[in-house]
């Protein structure tokens, strides 16, 4: 499993999706979106670092073309949501597929100690987590 990564995260029951015999098992409107309550910092550090274990994380255009400038590595932002981060906000948004959803905002420290500060979605369906912007 790598470095730090010596436990399996388990699935919380209540993110498991039951669905009807021959339903559909694709929720066009995610798991995440406004409707839903937003979760709770020890809800979205579960699954934040679930996601980073074995999910998909990836930054929208205008937090990749930040990076350079703002000197803020992958290593950076994979060490700031592996690790304990507070959730300093949260507020309805949207997708890039203009599907409602809540971004958090969280802050922790990167690989050198200085704090840093993300915007993100989490989607604990499909386990995807997208990088709106860092500062």
């Given amino acids: 499993m790598g470095p730090g990564k ?4 388990r699935f919380p029951q ?3 999706a039951k669905t009807a015999k021959g339903a559909s098992n694709i929720d066009i ?10 979760m709770s910092e020890d809800e979205l550090s579960v699954a934040v670092q679930r996601i980073i274990a074995y999910g998909v994380y990836e930054e929208c255009k205008h937090s990749s073309q930040d990076r350079s400038y703002r000197n803020i590595s992958d290593d950076d932002i994979q060490f700031c949501l592996s690790r304990r981060f507070k959730l300093t906000g949260v507020e309805p948004g949207e997708d890039s597929r203009g599907r409602k959803c809540w971004k958090y905002r969280v802050t922790g420290r990167d690989t050198e100690g200085a704090e840093l500060s993300l915007v993100i979605t989490v989607n604990t369906e499909t386990q995807k987590l997208k990088i709106i912007t860092k500062f």
Wanted: hydrophobic share 30%; no cysteine; net charge negative.
């Fill in 29 to 38: 409107n995610a798991s995440s979106q406004p409707g839903d309550p937003a």
């Fill in 6 to 9: 010596d436990e399996i995260l």
């Fill in 14 to 16: 209540k993110t498991v």
